[in-house]
């Protein structure tokens, strides 16, 4: 069930449902505080604005063809290597990024998998030792990593679930990666970024299929 209060129409941008939990007790506590310490109150208030903002949920349009990759989610493309016979592309995302997360391409959920680990900063080379998410698809999968400060990784999808390019499948609040390891018949001559590279989620294409059917 959503937990979208009513009065939510009132801001500029959609966030996800959770961002409402996460403002409730700043935004409270604000408000006691407004009248009797000002300052208090208003830093408070701001830090609930803050928490919305951080968990906005824009509308993306994704490529029509069909035999693209498009991002998993924004930021920055902070790494690109082989990994046997496949190619990992991780996005970072920075805390002004959106955070929440799309399927590069479209498929079923085969499986859901959370793996404990270290909260080290997303940006790092030792970050794929962090806790993460992993959502496989089969063909390829989609790891959602935490950083130093982002405990909260939230899927939104489960197994048997379809989802279509571009869909929504989960968020992390403050801070993380998102990587795919993509299909096998992506090549580096298929890949469309480098590391360095900045891309939105469900509408920048990472890669092309050209071997695809």
């Known amino acids: 069930m959503s937990r979208t209060p009513p009065f939510a129409r009132l801001l500029p941008f959609p966030v996800v449902d959770a961002a409402w939990d996460l403002a409730l007790v700043p935004a409270l506590a604000g408000a006691v505080a407004l009248p009797f310490v000002p300052p208090l109150g208003g830093a408070l208030v701001a830090l609930a604005l803050a928490i919305l903002w951080f968990h906005r949920d824009p509308e993306r349009e994704p490529p029509e063809a069909d035999a693209t990759v498009v991002a998993p989610a ?118 469309l970024v480098a590391e360095g590279d900045a891309v939105r989620a469900g509408e920048t294409i990472i890669a092309e299929r050209s071997d695809a059917t």
């Open 74 to 191: 924004d930021g920055t493309v902070s790494v690109v290597r082989e990994e046997g016979s496949r190619l990992r592309v991780g996005v970072f995302m920075n805390v002004t990024d959106v955070h929440v997360n799309r399927a590069p391409l479209a498929g079923e959920v085969r499986e859901v998998r959370h793996r404990p680990g270290a909260n080290r900063p997303a940006f790092d080379k030792e970050s794929d030792r962090n806790e993460q998410v992993a959502i496989d698809f089969g063909e390829y999968e989609l790891l959602v990593i935490a950083g130093w400060f982002a405990r909260r990784i939230h899927p939104s999808v489960e197994p048997g679930d379809r989802v279509e390019r571009g869909d929504r499948v989960g968020h992390v609040s403050f801070g993380s990666r998102a990587d795919v390891v993509l299909p096998a018949d992506v090549t580096r001559d298929d890949l």
